[in-house]
């Protein structure tokens, strides 16, 4: 068996202090969890693409992505599922408010700080904290670090 880790987007998304968060019933949880936008890079989408289709495909929201937070490496202790996370901040330039949202997605929130930390085991996965706190720590990489090669 081959084993291969799966590719996720994730955006970091603040205005006014609240942060675009989304609210899912996640496959195989039996409770409805918090997440930034994020979810799976498709195949021959370009990493920067795909975090703006997961946005507006969750949320509704157009994403300009500015920077990178960080890049992240998870293993789901359950599953041993290995997830490596590339996560975005940047500006929301429009909200439809006739876009469908994807599949599973009960709806999308700007959330207080105090509001997330208070979601405590709702959260998704740790992901989700370690991208706040390492976008509210200042870290910015830039967009350039990505390259498509052969496309």
């Known amino acids: 068996m ?3 880790p799966n590719v996720t987007v ?12 989304v609210e899912e019933k996640a496959p195989g949880v039996k409770r409805t969890v918090f997440n930034q936008p994020a979810g ?5 989408e ?3 693409n795909a975090t703006i289709r ?10 300009i992505p500015t920077a990178i937070v960080g890049i ?3 293993i789901e202790p359950k599953s041993a599922t290995t997830f490596l996370r590339i996560c975005f901040t940047g500006e929301i330039t429009a909200h439809d408010l006739t876009a469908p949202l994807d599949n599973g997605i009960i709806a999308a929130h700007w959330l207080t700080l105090n509001e997330i930390h208070q979601l405590g085991p709702r959260l998704r996965s740790p992901l989700v904290r370690h991208c706040i706190d390492d976008y509210l720590a200042g870290r910015r990489y830039p967009l350039a670090l ?5 496309v």
Do not use: C
Request: charged share 25%; hydrophobic share 45%.
């Open 10 to 21: 994730a955006a970091v998304v603040e205005q006014e202090g609240r942060f675009l968060m």
């Open 72 to 74: 992240y490496r998870w």
């Open 54 to 63: 997961e946005t507006m495909e969750e949320t509704a929201h157009s994403l």
């Open 40 to 44: 799976h890079l498709d195949e021959g």
């Open 46 to 48: 370009s990493i920067i």
């Open 2 to 4: 081959v084993w291969k």
């Open 146 to 150: 990505l390259a498509d090669i052969g």
